[in-house]
């Protein structure tokens, strides 16, 4: 697909038919790890949640009951990143930002997952609405871990709706 299709195409996706199969699953985690990092220190992580019970329990404990309706056959990727590492120099914070560096990265991560996804033919939705507590304690998250966000990836069973854009003088100045 072509880039500018790409990223026009790519919508957030509240209905699914199917998930994601294994394979193209790792492909387009192989993809997200291409994403740019602090030092390339890649803390970004990703936990893949593809069996059917392990989905089913998942989705009813984890997620609101909107996010669990939306993400309905869909696998679940949980996304976390190691604290205190990215935009730390041995322990003690390189800027004002701190931890807020390694969400940047993380964020990039989860950009490229989801253009990744939509190019290889599946659909995504980014859930930031969930429950980290006992997405830590189903997945074994280590507490060194910010819980992020869960991503659905599957093929789409519903056509989404075009969410507008602010117009870009809004929220851009050139100097
Ligand atoms: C960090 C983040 C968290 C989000 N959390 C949720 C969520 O919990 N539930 C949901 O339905 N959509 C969620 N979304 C999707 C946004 O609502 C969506 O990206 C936005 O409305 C723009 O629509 P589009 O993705 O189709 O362009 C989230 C998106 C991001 C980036």
Redesign the pocket.
């Known amino acids: 697909m072509e880039f500018k299709e790409l990223i026009s195409e ?3 996706v ?1 209905g699914y038919d199917a998930a994601i199969e294994h394979d193209a699953l790792v492909e387009i985690l192989r993809e997200a790890q291409q994403a740019p990092s602090w030092k390339n220190q890649q803390t970004s992580r990703c936990y893949a949640i593809e069996t059917p019970e392990t989905l089913e329990d998942f989705r009813a404990s984890a997620l609101p009951s ?2 669990r309706n ?1 993400s309905a056959h869909a696998a679940l990727i949980v996304t976390t990143y190691v604290r205190n590492v990215v935009g730390f120099n041995n322990g003690t914070p390189a800027n004002e930002i701190g931890n807020g560096w390694g969400a940047y990265d993380l ?1 990039l991560h989860d950009a490229y997952l989801v253009l990744a996804a939509k190019n290889a033919g599946y659909d995504t ?6 429950d980290a507590d006992v997405i830590r304690a189903k997945l074994n998250i280590p507490e060194n871990e910010e819980i ?2 869960v991503i659905a990836v599957g093929k789409r069973g519903v056509e ?1 709706s ?2 507008p854009r602010k117009p870009l003088d809004e929220v851009v100045r050139f100097v």
């Open positions: 790519r919508r957030s509240r909107f996010n939306s964020g939705l980014i859930m930031g609405i969930r992020m966000s989404p075009m969410r």
